[in-house]
């Protein structure tokens, strides 16, 4: 059987704000408050949320928080299929989003991107809207799970067909505009996984930010690889530290949450 | 070897299958992995001849690296790892295929016509006060209307000659007084200092009657002239007509008139 323990770490960058947040409930265990670096024993089921909000001075970093809070209290109070609390709580997160400027329009134009992950005995599920990344790390090997919404593949499909150049869409700064957000309106883009995803002992899934990508992915799958017998608190502090150390003057807000899957009947 | 199959499936793959290329490339040379043919392998030819690939295999949503030069990675091997082989497991990449499938959710039509999305954003860019931050491009901005943070523009001057050319400035509501000091409603402040600094003429917008003037500064030594004539009085002002002050041409372009005025949304939807 397989039991799933977490790990959660995050960086202001270079930002004056963090407007990143991240939840996480381990079954009925709420532990939606829980302190980044918290550890997470063995649990045999886990929802974490992960958003990375957008949208002026406290806006962005309070729309953030209201939806890894509703996602996961509405998660955890509904029974069904996997799939479909999932697509519940994001609704409910974006209704909640809503209904805040509504109460309060100056927070007009706030909004989050979202990857909320379901881990069970079947396995993985996810939904998503952004560009805030969920990856997959099985055997040194890292893949992207969910959909881009940002402009990044959109420049980079225009450079492929030669109508602007690789290096004009690597540092075309549109590449952090996203195509799909969660602002309280109508959700252009969502992304959803088809089926679950069936995790073997020892994989990784680590939801992250985009500030993540100031690491290449061979650099994460070298540090993953590293940790990964450490557990997942320990993956989680080292990408983290290793985005700190590359000092990029620009770093945006970075938050991992890294989750592993063990087989616990094995050990 | 798989390299010489060349399936069609090497472009349909998408990222996904530039990143097994990436993937594959990264390890193979310290696992070893046997290279077989796979039943969809979509490397390019040159793909397993010897060298180490350096290249990093970047995350394909948003790292740096483009795709093509991903693609002269190794080979794409699936179900080449000796791990994979021993456990029947599939790689990390297949079982990100597997579950996100073919389908992706999508409420109203997804796909972005390139030339839309792009110009759509430059707009979004220009506005931006730091570009590397999270914002959105898409979906619907809520409309207020009635009440304006700053004075609605009702046309703007398009700078076409001299000093700024191509710059433009916004003609707002009113009376606009046009002159070289930036305390001018309309500031031609490029340099021309043939302009006088305040007041060399002034543009008026009625919203009554919906028309443009242009009064001139008859106080003023400096000399303007419209569509090269040069008024002593107002005169009426409508598109692409040319201004000239100093060595500086501007060309008027409305935006009220005829066919908008605010008062109009104002009014009905406001």
Redesign the interface.
């Given at each position: 059987m397989l039991a799933f323990d977490y790990g959660r770490r995050a960086t202001q960058g270079a930002r004056e704000y963090q407007?990143d947040s991240a939840a996480i409930r381990a079954g009925s265990d709420a532990a939606a408050s829980a302190e980044p670096g918290d550890g997470g024993a063995d649990h045999p089921e886990l929802v974490a949320v992960l958003a990375?909000?957008?949208g002026g001075h406290t806006g962005?970093a309070l729309a953030s928080k209201i939806i890894c809070e509703k996602f996961i209290d509405v998660f955890g109070g509904r029974e069904g299929a996997v799939a479909e609390r999932l697509m519940v709580s994001l609704t409910a997160a974006n209704e909640a989003i809503a209904g805040k400027?509504a109460a309060d329009?100056v927070l007009?134009?706030m909004?989050s991107?979202i990857v909320g992950v379901a881990f069970t005995g079947n396995?993985?599920?996810w939904v998503s809207v952004?560009?805030s990344?969920l990856?997959?790390?099985?055997?040194?090997?890292?893949?992207?799970?969910?959909?881009?919404h940002?402009?990044?593949?959109?420049l980079?499909?225009?450079?492929?067909?030669g109508?602007i150049t690789?290096e004009q869409?690597?540092h075309d700064?549109?590449?952090?505009?996203?195509?799909?957000?969660v602002?309280g309106?109508?959700?252009?883009?969502?992304?959803?996984?088809?089926?679950?995803?069936?995790l073997?002992h020892g994989d990784y899934v680590v939801l992250a930010s985009?500030g993540l990508?100031t690491l290449?992915?061979?650099?994460?799958?070298r540090l993953i690889s590293a940790y990964a017998d450490d557990g997942a608190d320990a993956v989680a502090g080292a990408l983290i530290r290793s985005v700190e150390a590359m000092r990029d003057p620009?770093q945006?807000n970075a938050t991992v949450v890294a989750v592993r899957a063990r087989d616990v009947t094995q050990s | 070897m798989g390299q010489d199959q060349k399936s069609s499936s090497g472009q349909r793959a998408g990222?996904?299958g530039t990143?097994k290329d990436?993937?594959a490339a990264?390890?193979r040379d310290e696992?070893g992995r046997p290279k077989h043919a796979v039943d969809d392998a979509d490397e390019p030819t040159q793909a397993a001849l010897g060298e180490p690939i350096q290249l990093?295999?970047?995350?394909?949503?948003?790292?740096?690296?483009?795709?093509?030069?991903v693609q002269i990675g190794g080979p794409s091997d699936e179900s080449a790892?000796p791990?994979?082989a021993k456990?029947i497991?599939?790689?990390?990449?297949d079982?990100?295929r597997?579950?996100?499938?073919?389908?992706?959710?999508?409420?109203?039509t997804?796909h972005?016509e390139?030339v839309a999305?792009?110009s759509r954003?430059?707009v979004?860019?220009a506005k931006?006060e730091d570009?590397?931050?999270?914002?959105?491009?898409?979906?619907?901005?809520?409309v207020?209307r009635g009440q304006f943070d700053c004075d609605p523009v009702v046309g703007w001057l398009v700078v076409v000659g001299g000093p700024g050319i191509g710059a433009f400035r916004p003609v707002y509501e009113g009376n606009n007084s046009i002159g070289r000091a930036l305390t001018q409603r309309i500031p031609i402040d490029f340099g021309d200092d043939a302009i006088s600094s305040e007041e060399q003429a002034y543009i008026r917008y009625d919203s009554s009657d919906r028309s443009f003037l242009f009064v001139p500064n008859l106080a003023k030594t400096n000399v303007v002239s419209v569509n090269n004539a040069r008024p002593t009085g107002a005169v009426e002002l409508s598109a692409m007509d040319v201004i000239v002050m100093g060595r500086t041409q501007l060309v008027f372009v409305p935006f009220c008139g005829g066919d908008f005025d605010w008062s109009e949304i104002a009014e009905n939807k406001g």
């Open positions: 407007e990375d909000g957008m962005g400027i329009p007009s134009g909004g991107t396995g993985v599920e952004g560009d990344p990856l997959l790390f099985r055997r040194g090997e890292v893949a992207l799970l969910n959909e881009d940002s402009l990044a593949p959109e980079d499909r225009l450079a492929e067909a109508q690789r869409a690597r700064p549109r590449r952090h505009m996203l195509r799909s957000a602002t309106e109508e959700l252009d883009l969502i992304d959803q996984s088809v089926k679950p995803l069936v073997e985009d990508h290449e992915t061979s650099e994460i799958e620009h945006d | 990222f996904l990143l990436a993937l990264a390890s696992s990093p295999p970047p995350l394909p949503a948003a790292s740096d690296a483009p795709k093509d030069d790892s791990v994979a456990t497991g599939l790689s990390a990449a079982a990100a597997e579950a996100r499938g073919t389908a992706v959710v999508t409420p109203e997804a972005i390139q999305e792009t954003a430059s979004m860019v931006a570009p590397t931050r999270t914002q959105l491009v898409r979906g619907k901005v809520e207020a």
